[in-house]
């Protein structure tokens, strides 16, 4: 039994969410998001005030997607309402991210800067060595952090690099000088 997927997610006003063959869809202020489910496995029934996610067979495959689809729904109902957001921190001399329009330049240590094209749905906000990215799909604000990151991941000895706020770079001791 999924202790998760047995809570109902309460709607909050403002935000529908309906149930059509395959498809999940929530609206609200921020936006809209779907999601496509396998209705052999879960059944969900949403009305006014909130969606309830049960399996329709006591397998494996379905108890684990129960939970998951509930968490889904509520990140997408959490996202159009209040939206989602993840900060990066450039560290490191001469790091620079500049807001070119609504995409970003990287100036990293490469020959050449690096851009990064926003995503539909996607805002970058630009404050020194700190990068916020915000968005109401939890999915895509979480993968464009990574793909960030991944343009310049923290090295070990000085901590260089593009890491989250909230990450922790394990640092190594550099090579010991020979004693005399």
């Known amino acids: ?5 047995k809570q109902p997610i309460p709607i909050p006003s403002g935000v529908t969410a309906t149930v059509k063959n395959r498809t999940v869809t929530v609206k609200g202020p921020k936006g809209e998001l779907t ?3 396998k209705p052999d496995m879960v059944s969900i029934r949403a009305n006014e005030k909130d969606v309830v996610v049960s399996p329709k067979s006591k397998s494996q495959l379905a108890g ?9 729904i509520a990140n997408m109902i959490e996202g159009v309402t209040r ?3 993840k900060t990066l921190i450039l560290e490191g001399v ?3 991210v500049a ?10 240590g ?9 995503p539909e749905g996607i805002t970058f906000a630009v404050e020194k060595n700190e990068l916020k990215i915000s968005g109401f799909s939890k999915d895509l604000v979480g993968n464009t952090a990574a ?3 991944a343009l310049k991941k923290p090295e070990p000895y000085k901590g260089k690099g593009i890491h989250y706020s909230d990450e922790v770079v394990r640092r190594k001791a550099g090579k010991k000088a020979a004693g005399a």
Not at 64 to 72: E, I, K, M, V
């Open 147 to 149: 793909t960030i990151r």
């Open 94 to 96: 001469g790091y620079r």
């Open 64 to 72: 684990a997607l129960w939970g998951t689809y509930r968490s889904h």
């Open 1 to 5: 039994m999924s202790r998760i997927g």
């Open 99 to 108: 807001l070119k329009g609504k995409d970003l330049e990287f100036a990293l």
């Open 35 to 37: 999601l496509d489910f």
């Open 83 to 85: 939206g989602f957001e």
């Open 110 to 118: 490469f020959s050449h800067p690096v851009a990064v094209k926003a």
